[in-house]
């Protein structure tokens, strides 16, 4: 049996998009045959179908033994790094994994998943840190050595990024990571209801929503540049042109656990939603749901209650926004703000309706024309679907990846790339 060692810095019961991509690709590998070990922070849960090791802390130059030595004792075939600044509290130690691994076994498959781009903290390393990461520089060769990466563009197999502009970020780093760089967008990590109707008519019925009422969803974290407060302006104007309608927030306040400044952010961001939402006289028209656990339906049976979903984030819509893929899954008609950065797979009133960010009047026009539109909506429906099935179709991720990590694995079922056909 083949084994894969995945390395988060995030995971349950951290609650953030790293952890639950981290959980549900362990959860996915796991299911296909693959014994899959996951490196993580101490008080990590346990898990039946995964073996879990909570043995880090700080992620600094001393926990390298940690690393060193759990690779050594499992052996692995492959390690997939999941990589954030921010989750191994910006020290550079975790940037070197993939040479330490190869120092330990060459032939081990080294991928590492980039889920954000210039991610920046306002704490600076100590000179400690900053003369053992020159120590660990002279070690493992200055050639293709970034401050923020480290060897890893260099020295991993293959590079995994959840949006084209991530893509192109690299690219402009280390333009040698592009023959290497696999575009695997995350599908939706939540657990899905399994009988839609029956939650929609029960979830709706949960909320006090009238047959005549048309709910609108906005999935995931909460933080500053998400644009709600742009979405509850919009409620409002609608509100105020006689609109019935309610506003269904499912997500909670984003806390970055080792970035506290961060949590105080995002904290602040949520007390002024509270606030605009009463100056607005919304507090009857909002339902905030705040955050699940994360094995919980309910996040699921609030989708499938809402008749739309939107996301007015203020640097626009790109194919890393999890979210997106959850509302996506659920068949919802969906308006979201678009960027430069917005890929091509977003198609202008093909599979969603794009507006500009931070724009509350283009917001409600969009909202609107999708609530009195139901041809409009039907095609939404049907262009998301075919978008799901490109682009955020679990069978399909995991194919990529394990292909990738494993291609060469001899155990897996006979049926494994007719998923991906």
């Known amino acids: 049996m083949s084994r894969v060692l995945i390395i988060s810095g995030d995971f349950p019961p951290i609650r953030s ?78 940037s070197f994994a993939a040479t330490l691994a190869k120092s330990i076994d060459p032939s ?69 990571v592009v023959s290497k760089t696999l575009l695997i967008p995350p599908p939706p990590i939540l657990r899905i ?73 995002s904290e602040a961001y949520f007390q002024n939603l509270q606030s605009q939402c009463q100056e607005l006289g919304l507090e009857d028209l909002v339902h905030w749901e705040g955050t699940t656990a994360i094995d919980c339906e309910r996040p699921s049976r609030l989708l499938y209650a809402s008749d739309m979903a939107v996301f007015p984030f203020d640097e626009g819509v790109r194919l890393n926004n999890s979210s997106f893929a959850a509302a996506a899954v659920h068949r919802l008609p969906i308006v979201a703000t678009r960027s430069q950065a917005t890929e091509d797979a977003f198609q202008h009133e093909q599979n969603v309706l794009l507006c500009a960010p ?21 095609k939404l429906r049907d262009g998301i679907h075919a978008m799901v099935q490109r682009w955020f179709s679990w069978d399909r991720a995991v194919d990529q990846i394990a292909n990738t990590l494993l291609p060469d694995a001899a155990d897996r079922p006979q049926d494994y790339a007719e998923l991906s056909a």
């Open 17 to 94: 998009g790293e952890a639950n991509l981290a959980f549900f690709l362990a959860q996915r590998l796991a299911e296909r045959g693959i014994d899959v070990d996951v490196l993580s922070v101490q008080g990590s849960e346990e898990s039946d179908r995964f073996r879990v090791h909570g043995l880090m802390k700080n992620w600094n130059w001393r926990e390298a033994n940690h690393l060193r030595s759990l690779i050594k004792q499992i052996r692995p075939d492959a390690v997939l790094l999941a990589y954030h600044r921010g989750m191994y509290h910006g020290h550079p130690m975790i």
């Open 108 to 176: 081990i498959h080294f991928m590492t998943q980039v889920s954000q781009v210039n991610f920046s903290t306002k704490r600076s390393p100590s000179i400690t840190t900053r003369l053992a990461r020159r120590a660990a520089e002279m070690w493992a060769g200055s050639a293709r050595n970034d401050y923020v990466y480290g060897t890893l563009l260099r020295d991993s197999d293959s590079v995994m990024v959840l949006s084209q502009a991530h893509a192109e970020y690299l690219a402009k780093i280390d333009e040698q």
């Open 193 to 265: 209801a399994d009988d839609a109707d029956a939650a929609r008519r029960e979830a709706r019925a949960e909320l006090g929503l009238q047959q005549d009422e048309f709910a609108i969803a906005f999935y995931g974290f909460i933080y500053r540049n998400k644009g709600l407060q742009h979405l509850l302006q919009a409620v409002a104007s609608l509100r105020d042109e006689g609109r019935r309608l309610r506003l269904v927030v499912i997500g909670g306040v984003l806390r970055f656990e080792h970035l506290p400044e961060r949590t105080t952010e």
């Open 358 to 378: 931070s724009d509350s009047e283009e917001l409600a026009r969009s909202i609107k024309r999708v609530m009195k539109d139901e041809v409009l909506r039907d």
